[in-house]
């Protein structure tokens, strides 16, 4: 398999796992998180939904995870076909297994705890470590056709740019780090908020208004940290700054949401658009982060298996 053929995996994968987060979430906004009360069938003696309204939600939702069981095993097939084969693609890939399959028994134990807030803040946190080791399996997967030159990398930058300086690095990181930290607060938010998938559900002895202002205060240093990174980059003519650029612009457009859904009751259809921007955002952080223009020029040559070259790579 070509290189940029295998690209394409590598993007379905990714979009997939994204795709799963929206259908999750609309599964505890609609009230649907117990419509299926067992597992792995729907019922003690059906394993399709009946029909009726939350069961066929929740059922919905697991059968998506078949789609994402296809997208991670074509990228792990992709992985071992692909020329020259890589072993950091192939260890990356075989981490999206691991990740499923920990998703399918982590949510297991959701249903059978009747949704117990802190499992549904670990079924989305996990979901974001797949999103992690997605993004980074999507942009290492497209090295080749970067370091040949062949088209514009994937933020946007141009082969002729160089990487920042260490302390432009570390800011790169430090928003990966600090983007992680407001993904947990907003868990927190959620396990106290409103919508916890069903009425039986228990919510988090916590005050919303009180981890509302904690993940707001996150996400403002966030966003000064992304554009005083976003300065660096450009003012050094640097790779990544259009990609940090759309972080910011995605943050900003977060905060607007945040702050309505918050003042006009907490509606469903605003924290579906959130946790959707969510997943975006937190893609394009990793991104940012592990991107290939971002590091040094070893770094974006990682090295190949079965004695073959890589393309662009330096004899």
């Given at each position: 398999m070509?290189?940029h053929?295998y690209t394409?995996?590598?993007?379905?994968a990714l979009?997939a796992?994204a795709?799963?987060?929206?259908?999750?979430?609309?599964?505890?906004?609609?009230?649907s998180?117990?419509?299926?009360?067992d597992?792995?069938t729907?019922?003690?003696?059906?394993?399709?939904?009946?029909l009726?309204?939350?069961?066929l939600v929740?059922?919905?939702n697991?059968?998506?995870t078949?789609?994402?069981?296809?997208?991670v095993?074509a990228?792990?097939?992709?992985s071992?076909r692909?020329?020259p084969r890589r072993?950091d693609?192939?260890?990356l890939?075989?981490g999206?297994?691991?990740?499923?399959?920990?998703q399918?028994?982590?949510?297991?134990?959701?249903?059978?705890s009747?949704?117990?807030?802190?499992?549904?803040m670990?079924?989305?946190l996990?979901?974001?470590?797949l999103?992690?080791?997605?993004?980074?399996?999507?942009?290492?997967?497209?090295?080749?056709?970067d370091?040949?030159?062949a088209?514009?990398?994937p933020d946007?930058?141009?082969?002729?740019?160089?990487?920042?300086?260490?302390?432009?690095?570390?800011?790169?990181w430090?928003?990966?780090?600090?983007?992680g930290a407001?993904?947990?607060?907003?868990?927190?938010?959620t396990?106290?908020?409103?919508?916890?998938?069903?009425s039986?559900?228990?919510?988090?002895?916590?005050l919303v208004?009180?981890?509302?202002?904690?993940?707001?205060?996150?996400?403002?240093?966030?966003?000064?940290?992304?554009?005083?990174?976003?300065?660096?980059?450009?003012?050094?003519?640097?790779?990544?700054?259009?990609?940090m650029g759309?972080?910011a612009v995605l943050?900003?457009?977060?905060g607007?949401?945040?702050y309505?859904?918050?003042?006009?009751?907490?509606?469903?259809l605003?924290?579906?658009?959130h946790?959707?921007l969510?997943?975006?955002?937190?893609?394009?952080?990793v991104?940012?982060?592990?991107?290939?223009?971002?590091g040094?020029?070893?770094?974006?040559q990682?090295?190949?298996?079965?004695?073959?070259?890589?393309a662009?790579a330096?004899p």
């Amino acid at each position: 398999m070509a290189p940029h053929a295998y690209t394409r995996l590598t993007r379905f994968a990714l979009w997939a796992l994204a795709a799963i987060v929206v259908t999750g979430v609309a599964v505890r906004l609609t009230g649907s998180g117990l419509g299926c009360e067992d597992w792995p069938t729907c019922s003690e003696d059906r394993f399709v939904a009946d029909l009726e309204y939350h069961a066929l939600v929740e059922f919905v939702n697991r059968l998506f995870t078949g789609v994402v069981a296809i997208a991670v095993i074509a990228a792990v097939l992709g992985s071992v076909r692909r020329r020259p084969r890589r072993t950091d693609l192939i260890l990356l890939s075989l981490g999206l297994v691991a990740g499923v399959l920990a998703q399918v028994g982590l949510g297991a134990l959701l249903v059978l705890s009747e949704l117990d807030p802190r499992f549904t803040m670990g079924h989305f946190l996990l979901s974001m470590v797949l999103l992690w080791n997605a993004a980074v399996l999507d942009i290492r997967a497209r090295n080749d056709a970067d370091a040949a030159g062949a088209e514009g990398r994937p933020d946007g930058s141009t082969p002729g740019e160089g990487p920042p300086d260490a302390t432009t690095r570390l800011m790169q990181w430090a928003v990966l780090v600090v983007g992680g930290a407001l993904l947990v607060t907003g868990t927190l938010v959620t396990g106290a908020g409103p919508h916890a998938g069903d009425s039986r559900a228990e919510r988090l002895p916590l005050l919303v208004r009180e981890v509302a202002r904690v993940h707001s205060i996150v996400a403002l240093a966030l966003l000064g940290m992304v554009v005083w990174t976003w300065w660096r980059l450009r003012a050094a003519s640097s790779g990544g700054h259009v990609r940090m650029g759309r972080i910011a612009v995605l943050l900003v457009v977060q905060g607007a949401v945040g702050y309505t859904q918050y003042f006009t009751g907490v509606p469903v259809l605003l924290v579906g658009i959130h946790v959707a921007l969510a997943s975006i955002t937190w893609i394009e952080i990793v991104k940012a982060a592990h991107d290939p223009a971002a590091g040094s020029a070893r770094s974006r040559q990682p090295e190949p298996i079965d004695g073959v070259p890589m393309a662009g790579a330096r004899p």
